[in-house]
């Protein structure tokens, strides 16, 4: 999907118009040195035409083979990652922060709701170019407030890991 060898991944974002997020996510790419397929970006886009309008009722569960995705192959790895159904549309960082732990975290802003920045390399904060909000890229934890007003740590899914069959459980 995402042709890279860093320990981070963008697969989406949300934009008002499929035009303006092609847009996006070839400026996003470029800008990090990334290159996305027309393929690929089509099926971004396609990820992100889903009806974000009925939200998915709260215990839902959602799964994930970690083996597939080099990102969290190491502790430390973080992968952002639009999952069909989970965080009305947005998509979420998973960070590996031990070998049988994951933390799950939104990337919408909890200060006025603005996508938050991947971190620039492994290890660094999570940026919010909105307000200049800053949070772990482990948790999501708030670790500097905004310009103005005050934001909380990025909501965070509870999740379970099955180290036998690679597979992350991810709850709603
Ligand atoms: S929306 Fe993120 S700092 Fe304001």
């Known amino acids: 999907m995402v042709e890279d060898s860093s320990p981070i991944t963008i697969v989406s974002t949300l934009m008002s118009t499929p035009s303006s997020r092609r847009h996006f996510l070839r400026s996003a790419a470029a800008s990090i040195g990334l290159a996305i397929s027309a393929a690929s970006v089509a099926t971004l886009v396609a990820g992100c035409e889903t009806d974000e ?15 597939s995705v080099p990102e969290l192959a190491a502790v430390g790895g973080i992968s952002l990652r639009l999952i069909t159904g989970l ?3 947005t998509p979420v960082f998973i960070s590996r922060i031990a070998q049988n732990t994951f933390v799950v975290f939104s990337s919408a802003c909890s200060h006025a709701g603005c996508e938050v920045n991947p971190p620039a390399a492994a290890g660094a904060d999570i940026i919010c170019s909105c307000h200049g909000a800053q949070f772990a890229s482990t948790d999501g934890a708030v670790k ?3 310009n103005s007003g005050s934001a909380t740590d990025l909501k965070r899914f509870p999740s379970a890991f099955n180290s036998t069959t690679n597979i992350l459980t991810i709850t709603a």
Do not use: K, Y
């Open 53 to 67: 309008s009925n939200p998915t009722p709260s215990g839902t569960t959602f799964t994930l083979d970690v083996a």
């Open 87 to 89: 965080n009305d549309g």
């Open 144 to 146: 500097r407030q905004p």
